[in-house]
């Protein structure tokens, strides 16, 4: 078991799920990099347009690369600059979404050799989910357990239709940023809405019902997937009479 197992990760598909558990954790890392930045130019960021403009490009380039957590920006856009700035933030975001998928594409290839699956299990329900790509982003993106970073990842195998896929982020996203975004309004210090993590302490409720859709979701999403695998299989087998 434990050798099937050492396979499987030194396989180019282990490695691609070894890359989505290592985005699932870098972000979180350096963001203790970017409290202590924030903390000591906090007046430079908040109090001119140039700090504005260094500050979202920044979530622009640093969440689509993984360097930062997608709440970790968002919360510290709402403690500095208010709902005004709001639609910065998800421009910034979608920005990084569409650039992230790009960079998770490039490092899949990269580092695991492949840009699609070895296995044909794998291969077979990656192209089911592409069938439900709306769907599958709004869920997954809408969840508080994947982070923006692994998402990015995860989904640089699928067969990407951009219209679903935009809008799919899109209204996926918007819950939860606006939550952690309201977290960083309601912060009296720039320390305690980086760290503190009110959004998750204050509005468990809320988040309990974005896992409890994202995973009814999933799974909905799942059992349609395995139902297309399933009717495709016996339309292979079914042999021809004409």
Known sequence: MWRKAQAFLKSPDGRYFLLIAFFFVFPVSVAGISIAVFGENIGFFRDNALGTLLFYGFASIGMAMALVPSTFMAIASGYLYGWHAFPLMVAAYMFAAVAGLFVGRFMNKSLTGRASFASKSFADYSEAFAESQFLLLFFVRL???????????????LRIRWIPFLSGTLLGMLPRTALFFFSGLQAASIHEALMND???NQKTLIFSIFL????LGLILIFI???KRMHQKITNNKTPDHD
């Open 143 to 157: 969840s508080p357990i994947f982070t923006f970073a692994s998402v990015n990842m995860a989904v640089s195998r």
């Open 198 to 200: 009110g959004a998750i």
């Open 212 to 215: 409890l859709l994202s995973v």
């Open 224 to 226: 349609h997937a395995s």
